[in-house]
């Protein structure tokens, strides 16, 4: 069955970095575009970067553009997201999720990012 495990998030201070993971297993991952989402408290799923099977192309939420980049290493069948410059409204559980603009149908439990001031 597909799994997915987020991890890498945490609490930083605005203007920081983090870099999340997400460790894939029980399907060709090489194969799947993935992409991350994100919910900020009280509100909906927000989409926030895909990127296709093989890497070559990716796309980014204009709320996050020159800041998030999206990457994914098929050998080890992980997707990254790099995240620089965050700021507080960036506050939010990530998830990754399997598929090009996914919009979470199948995604991992999330990983926790806190901005603060």
């Known amino acids: 069955q597909v799994q997915l495990v987020e991890s890498g998030g945490g609490l930083v201070q605005s203007g920081g970095s983090l870099r999340l993971s997400c460790a894939a297993s029980?399907?060709?991952?090489?194969?799947?575009?993935m992409t991350w989402i994100r919910q900020a408290p009280g509100k909906g799923l927000e989409w926030v970067s895909t990127i296709n099977a093989d890497g070559g192309a990716t796309s980014v939420a204009t709320s996050v553009e020159g800041r998030f980049t999206i990457s994914k290493d098929n050998t080890k069948n992980t997707l990254y997201l790099q995240m620089n410059n965050l700021k507080p409204d960036d506050t939010a559980l990530y998830y990754c999720?399997?598929?090009?603009?996914?919009?979470?149908?199948?995604r991992g439990q999330g990983t926790q990012v806190t901005v603060s001031i």
């Open positions: 029980g399907f060709t991952f090489s194969s799947s575009g």
């Open positions: 999720a399997k598929g090009w603009l996914s919009k979470g149908a199948i």
